[in-house]
Structure formats: C-alpha cells, structure tokens
C-alpha cells in the first residue's frame, strides 16, 4: 500500500514556476514509477510526465515538453514535478500516481492516487 499526498501548488503569474512535491508513504516506493497528471475544469483527466522506479527514464506530454522536470529522490520517497514557463493553460488540480513496476503515461495503469493540488496560472 503506497499512500501519496501533493503539495507545492498556487497562484502564479504567467511566465513563473512551481515546484510541487508527491510525498510517498510506505516501504516500497521506491520500487514504484511515478507519474503525474492534470484535470482542467470541464477537461478530461491528462497525463503530464512519468519517471521510473530509479528515476533512469522520465517522459513528458508534448505541451510541457521543455518547461517541466520530472525527478524523484527515493531517499525521502518523494516525486517531484519542476514546472517552468507556466501558461494559463496549465490551470488545473495536478495528481500525482503510483504503480508497481514500469512507467505508463496512461492513468488506468495506476494503482495509488494523492488527492490533488491546485495550480492557477493567471495572464
């Protein structure tokens, strides 16, 4: 059982950063890939990047390509997600996901789910 709790999200202005963190309980998260994922109002869920278990292979969706970070540090169990360059349409609760084994940039393939954190990004 992997229990996640998000924090780092805000207001910020266009062109800013944030950082948010994905604070990992449980023995074996380092073990599991971590991905993280936004829902817009009226919007479907999305995925944004992904990072495997050694934190060797990271993946982004195209939009934040070049603006965000994906990293973890399994010493403190904790994911990451460096966002740089943000826009307006980066508005959206971000979630950060668990699963065993490997990276997956669909959000069905994850097991464990935070309860999200709300980033705002006004022009």
């Known amino acids: 059982q992997v229990q996640l709790a998000e924090s780092g999200g805000g207001l910020v202005q266009a062109g800013g950063s944030l950082r948010l963190s994905c604070a990992a309980s449980?023995?074996?998260?380092?073990?599991?890939?971590m991905g993280w994922f936004r829902q817009a109002p009226g919007k479907e869920r999305e995925f944004v990047a992904a990072?495997?278990?050694?934190?060797?292979?990271?993946y982004y969706a195209d939009s934040v390509k070049g603006r965000f970070t994906i990293s973890r540090d399994n010493t403190k169990n904790t994911a990451y997600l460096q966002m740089n360059s943000l826009k307006p349409e980066d508005t959206a609760v971000y979630y950060c996901?668990?699963?065993?084994?490997?990276?997956?940039?669909?959000?069905?393939?994850?097991?464990?789910w935070g309860q999200g954190t709300q980033v705002t990004v006004s022009s």
């Open positions: 449980g023995r074996t998260f380092s073990r599991h890939a």
């Open positions: 990072i495997s278990w050694s934190g060797g292979s990271t």
């Open positions: 996901a668990a699963k065993k084994a490997y990276v997956d940039a669909r959000g069905f393939a994850y097991d464990y």
